[in-house]
């Protein structure tokens, strides 16, 4: 190892909010000689604990002001992180100017993203708005040859390991190590704060956007084995899987986070107050979807509308799991559970299938939370707001001569919220609360009205009933009907009611195909394409 490899920790700049642990590494900081240079709260801490430590000021010769606004924006602090200790000039100018070096910097940041997300006032977020930290966990970075930049505990630790390998020196591998991290940390904090102000200023479009999160876990791998994943959490406070708490089974994989967060998000669609609501999924669309009086029977149901597909699947519910719904959840194999919570009854009877992943939420995704979602392309990003399109029965246009009866208009409500939540074309056929058939990701409204068919007679068959339950169904479209054969389609399967945007140049052709038919129809005047 050369000297450039290593270089000695002897003198630490402290300037924490999350004190966490500070006082212990403050301590085997001292322990190891290091002088430790430190501000306001920070400081009181570390000199109620007995660790020596001095005021910034003292170095910098001014006092900390505005608030603690201006305390370490100094040429003195920043000097003694940026200078080279192997450029003459560099050594030359902290001699005449009486600037100390600084080889390990730990700073965590004001917390802006936690104030945002408790709802903090405007003024409350400007304030948590960090400007000393981020400007020296840049700077030491920058010159990373000499420096350790520390933005949380865990660096602390690694570079404490690293002094008591190395005789209080510490690798030029883990200062880059640090200094990436260091980065990725000041980007995801800039990026919380410019999308909370496009936020604020209502800017669908800023001029520049940016997105950061930090590391929730690390993934085998992504869809498949040869591709690497991670999954990381953004500043967004929203109900789901980044706040769900593991309880047992295996690690998840990509596939189970993405498949758990379209269950979860169509679950969330259900008030609790609209009834115990179930989903099913495979592969991010659903399978099974039902609603019904409590979580046992809305699963009962929604397993029977597919249970093909429904092995191996992710279920996710929008009420406490209890022990009865959990009885039925181990008689088939399932990958994934999520729930907003669930009793230790049901628990206990999960454990029995000890692989079986059980994720638990804390709350239910709100329908009418905005936010922004992204999609990488090739060279860059599309983003857009969340799809919270909602229409109330009252809203509703009828369209033909008969309209529909009250259980209908129920049924046609329920198949209008799965529908927003499958992959397009997508049609789905709902009766009595629950899914009778679903197609999706077809390339024409035709195939996927005959798909969601076919695979209702697939398990009509399965379960040796007389006929599939689209008999007596009503009929979700996620976008228009372009001619009237996906509309005879769905006559065909037994629809007695159809929702949907309504919007096509053919649209009275339509129209007068389910008058002859004599079946009622309702437009939205919404799509909710998904893709």
Known sequence: MSDLDLAPVRRALISVSDKSGLVERGRQLADAGVEILSTGGTLRSLKEAGIPARDVSEVTEFPEMMDGRLKTLHPRVHGGLLARRDNGDDRAAMGAHGIPHIDLLYVNLYPFEETVEKGGAYADCVENIDIGGPAMIRAAAKNHAWVNVCVDGADVDRVLADMAEHDGHSR???????????????????????????????????????????????????????QNAAFYRSAENRAGIATGRQVQGKALSYNNLADADAAFELAGEFASDDGAAVVIVKHANPCGVAVHDTLSSAYEKAFAADPISAFGGIVAMNRTLD?????????????????????????????????????????????????????????????????????????????????????????????????????????????????????????????????????AEATAAENGWDEPRTKGSVCASDAFFPFADGLHAAVDAGATAIIQPGGSIRDEEVIAAADEAGIAMVFTGMRHFRH
């Open 323 to 455: 022990a009865v719904t959990a009885g039925e959840l181990v008689k088939i194999f399932t990958e994934v559970v999520i729930a907003p919570d669930a009793d230790e009854d049901a628990l206990a009877v999960l454990s029995a299938k000890s692989n079986l992943r059980v994720l638990l939420t804390g709350g239910m995704p709100d329908p009418k939370q905005g936010g922004w979602l992204t999609k990488t392309v090739a060279g860059g990003l599309l983003v857009q707001e969340r799809d919270i399109g909602m229409i109330a029965p009252s809203e509703l246009k009828v369209v033909t001569k008969r309209a529909p009866t009250d259980a209908e208009l129920t049924d046609l409500m329920f198949g209008w919220k799965v529908v927003k939540h499958v992959k397009s074309n997508a049609i789905v056929y709902a009766r009595n609360g629950s899914t009778a058939g679903i197609g999706m990701g077809q390339t024409s409204r035709l195939e996927a009205a005959r798909l969601a068919v076919r695979k």
């Open 172 to 226: 030029l591998d883990l200062r880059k190590s640090l200094a990436a991290k260091a980065y990725a940390r000041t980007a995801a904090y800039d990026a919380a704060i410019s999308n909370w102000f496009s936020d604020t200023l209502e800017d669908p479009a800023p001029e520049y956007r940016a997105f950061g999160g930090a590391l929730t876990q690390a993934l085998r791998y992504g869809e498949n084995p040869h």
